[in-house]
């Protein structure tokens, strides 16, 4: 998994009833975009230090193609 600033962080529920996450990546500590990144969640407004697992997908922002 690759992402860069401003792409979206997608998180699929992987039980019945969990909601989906989505978040805006605000930051991305290695130089060849691999995980962690840090996450601006649309739902809380919060920001986490974040290590996708294989429920996630990255969704890219404007500005650069898909990873």
Avoid at 12 to 40: A, C, F, Q, S
Avoid at 41 to 55: I, K, M, R
């Amino acid at each position: 998994m690759n992402a860069h600033v401003g792409d979206r962080l997608v998180l699929e529920g992987i039980h019945v009833g969990d909601p989906r996450r989505v978040g805006v990546i605000v930051e991305v500590p290695h130089p060849d975009g691999t995980p962690p990144y840090r996450v601006h969640w649309e739902d809380s407004g919060h920001e986490a230090l974040v290590f996708p697992g294989p429920e996630a997908r990255v969704e890219p922002g404007t500005g650069h193609p898909a990873s």
